[in-house]
């Protein structure tokens, strides 16, 4: 399974890099349009611009690899592992710290109180 999702990473890896170069070299399709406003033969401002060349059929073909990849490695990561993938975090139940005092509880909602010595409170020295 790991050597599939390395041959998928690498399939992806190089369609993402062709169609980088691809769309890099073509021609734009706004670049004549100041060559229509007086100067120059544009065949239409925005117009059809006749067939699709090599380049932008290449660009489908490499867009379409990508996607298929993208969605390969999904497919093959979410089911790694078998029945041993379907217990998730939420599933475990959470550590409890068996050396944390009763009092040390946290209780949601609740207000701190600092606990003040019976000896001080009888003196009042705990309050001002």
């Known amino acids: 399974m790991q050597v599939l999702s390395n041959?998928?990473?690498v399939v992806q890896l190089l369609s993402a890099l062709a169609i980088i170069g691809l769309v890099l070299v073509q021609h734009g399709k706004?670049?004549?349009?100041g060559a229509s406003f007086g100067s120059g033969a544009s065949g239409s401002l925005f117009g059809a611009t006749g067939s699709a060349n090599f380049l932008s059929r290449s660009t489908a073909?490499?867009?379409t690899l990508f996607f298929a990849s993208t969605l390969s490695l999904a497919y093959v990561s979410n089911h790694r592992g078998g029945a041993a993938n379907e217990e998730t975090i939420l599933d475990r139940a959470a550590p409890v710290a068996a050396s944390a005092p009763a009092s040390a509880v946290v209780v949601p909602g609740a207000v701190p109180v600092l606990a003040v010595p019976a000896s001080a409170a009888a003196s009042g020295a705990g309050t001002k």
Do not use: E, R, S
């Not at 706004?30 to 349009?33: C, E, L, Q, Y």
């Open 7 to 9: 041959l998928i990473l």
């Open 30 to 33: 706004g670049a004549d349009m």
């Open 61 to 63: 073909v490499c867009a």
